[in-house]
């Protein structure tokens, strides 16, 4: 039996750490059986070594949270007692700085790997299943990019490909259409920086959101350029957006090799490209898990159903 004390202060940032009605606390205790309590603004674990040791990593680890954003949800508890449970290591990266003293961190190893992958390398390729931040972070990276005035524009792009539905039947215009595939880019955007100053940004073409098609017979110099979704290109297309790469210019191609809408028995560019650019000067290629997963705790297990092999009847 050993014992650890961890200080926390107030009895506001314990309130905070431990969550309403002890919410977070119960979490940690459901998967690991220390003996938890507090008194005096400390929190005091007690219980077998190892059961000790790993109660006090999450505990540090939630508290170092909380004093950089302020606020934990039940989400960010359950991949921080998860990563500690699994042996997997807090991950080092630099924040990702988009505005004001607002910072994007890393939250697993994985995510860490790619953001200093993005950061060092002109071109870089994710893959990885849903949640896992590929778009995400790609973006935020642009968007610390841009204010750090390394790059002169973002250009957002994904492949307008239908997923079952036809856009022929939606109503609008083309741009109508269109607009529903680039979403995901848009709100990521606008969780990084101001509407006004996206839209301003957008109006004086810094910021652009376009369909891959729309890619065709440019020569983009010093912009930072994210292709999401890149399952859904072939192989023509593939070439064609990494061929738009000018003069100081980043491109990060991210998508989910087990999500493609292509038609039946058409190559993903995605696939093909990593092939072919494999032994190349600049490149990077960085492969996130379901356990880099940080959406809602059902997702990690919505992904993990669908990777197990359906049993023949």
């Not at 314990?14 to 005096?40: C, E, F, M, W, Y």
């Not at 989400?75 to 290591?89: A, C, F, K, L, M």
């Not at 848009?186 to 006004?196: G, I, S």
Request: aromatic share 4%; charged share 25%.
């Amino acid at each position: 039996m050993i014992e650890s004390t961890i200080s926390v202060g107030t009895a506001e940032n314990l309130v905070l750490l431990l969550g309403p009605k002890d919410q977070h606390l119960k979490q940690i205790r459901r998967t690991i059986p220390a003996n938890i309590s507090t008194r005096d603004g400390n929190i005091f674990v007690q219980g077998d070594e190892q059961d000790v040791i790993q109660a006090t990593a999450v505990l540090e680890e939630l508290r170092s949270r909380l004093g950089r954003i302020g606020a934990l949800d039940a989400d960010q508890v359950s991949q921080v007692i998860r990563r500690v449970t699994n042996g997997e290591q807090t991950p080092h990266t630099e924040p990702i700085g988009v505005r004001g003293g607002q910072s994007i961190h890393p939250r697993t190893e994985g995510q860490a790997e790619y953001v200093a992958a993005i950061r060092a390398h002109a071109l870089v390729f994710c893959i990885g299943p849903a949640g896992t931040g590929k778009t995400y972070l790609a973006v935020a990276t642009a968007v610390e990019a841009l204010r750090a005035e390394s790059i002169r524009k973002i250009v957002l792009v994904r492949p307008a490909v239908e997923a079952g539905e036809s856009l022929g039947y939606l109503p609008g215009d083309m741009q109508a259409k269109i607009n529903p595939y680039l979403r995901p880019l848009f709100d990521a955007l606008r969780e990084m920086m101001d509407y006004d100053q996206m839209q301003r940004w957008m109006s004086e073409d810094v910021i652009e959101v376009v369909p891959l098609a729309y890619m065709r017979g440019r020569t983009l110099n010093k912009a930072f350029i994210i292709l999401d979704e890149a399952q859904n290109t072939t192989v023509s297309q593939m070439k064609m957006f990494l061929t738009r790469m000018g003069e100081g210019s980043r491109v990060v191609v991210s998508g989910d090799t087990s999500q493609s809408d292509l038609p039946p028995h058409t190559k993903s560019g995605l696939i093909d490209a990593l092939s072919r650019l494999r032994s190349i000067d600049g490149f990077a290629r960085v492969q996130l898990t379901g356990s880099d997963i940080v959406r809602h705790r059902l997702v990690q297990d919505v992904v993990r159903a669908y990777e197990v092999p359906k049993k023949k009847k």
